[in-house]
């Protein structure tokens, strides 16, 4: 998402508000959308589940699509067409930036989404210029993720340590033609079923264990991106065919840290 973020202020918003997102069309060009560790019960039923590489730390996210540019689950009217939305697009257009050691609520000025007060379904801030109800909502939303993606992070920091996570080669059957997905990564089931009780103990010890197991029961889901893709070819209605029996539209306003 190429997007304009600015830190929220009283100097800049007092008088300011948001309406929230009601397509996704923000989102249409991620083929991958970062997730955290939280997600991974709901994300696995939902999409694949891969890690990229950011330097020398492996990061957990979900394929929305197989090559850059392009969300397969997003149709052309912006909707989205699975039934668990990631933590990162639920909370647009908001972020969180790490300012001197501290986190900063910061809104995408160029999403459309920031209007005047009065014509904001969302205030910034009350009559008397504290914090809105909806704010603070947000802000603990996400400040919830990031604390979550600390512990994330460092479970997969462990699995590539101790090397079960391997290189992801997919080749996928589109439209009669085969597709080679490169960059990314799974978790390696023989290097798991191999580790000694020690690897197996720091694993278990880390939290990556359940993250493993569910990343490779998430690789079910591949041939669905093959499908959607040939389906967004072939016009929505075979699209949502393919979805109707195992997706429900899920509530765009919902923005809680909840994945019960």
């Known amino acids: 998402m190429a997007n304009n973020y600015v830190a929220v202020s009283r100097e800049a918003h007092r008088h300011k508000g948001w309406k929230p997102w ?145 290189p992801w080669p997919i080749t996928l059957k589109m439209g009669g033609r085969d597709r080679n997905v490169e960059g990314l990564y799974r978790v390696s089931e023989t290097a798991l079923n191999a580790a000694d009780d020690e690897v197996f103990a720091k694993l278990r010890h880390s939290g990556a264990l359940p993250i493993a197991y569910m990343q490779m029961l998430s690789m079910t889901h591949l041939p669905l991106l093959g499908r959607l893709s040939d389906a967004h070819a072939k016009r929505k209605q075979q699209m949502a065919a393919i979805m109707a029996d195992s997706f429900l539209t899920p509530n765009s306003d919902d923005i809680q840290f909840n994945f019960d």
């Open 22 to 166: 009601k397509h996704m069309s923000f989102a249409v060009e991620m083929a991958v959308v970062p997730i955290v560790g939280a997600e991974v019960p709901k994300a696995t039923m939902t999409m694949p589940i891969a890690f990229l590489k950011q330097g020398e730390q492996y990061v957990l996210h979900v394929l929305t699509g197989l090559e850059p540019g392009r969300n397969l689950f997003i149709t052309d009217e912006g909707q989205w067409l699975g039934s668990y939305v990631p933590a990162a697009l639920r909370g647009f257009p908001f972020s969180l930036a790490e300012v001197e050691e501290q986190w900063v609520l910061c809104i995408s000025e160029s999403s459309g989404l920031l209007v005047d007060a009065d014509k904001a379904d969302k205030k910034f801030f009350d009559d008397e210029g504290e914090i809105s109800t909806d704010l603070a909502a947000v802000r603990d939303f996400l400040f919830q993720v990031e604390q979550n993606r600390t512990v994330t992070n460092a479970a997969c920091q462990a699995m590539g340590e101790l090397g079960i996570i391997e």
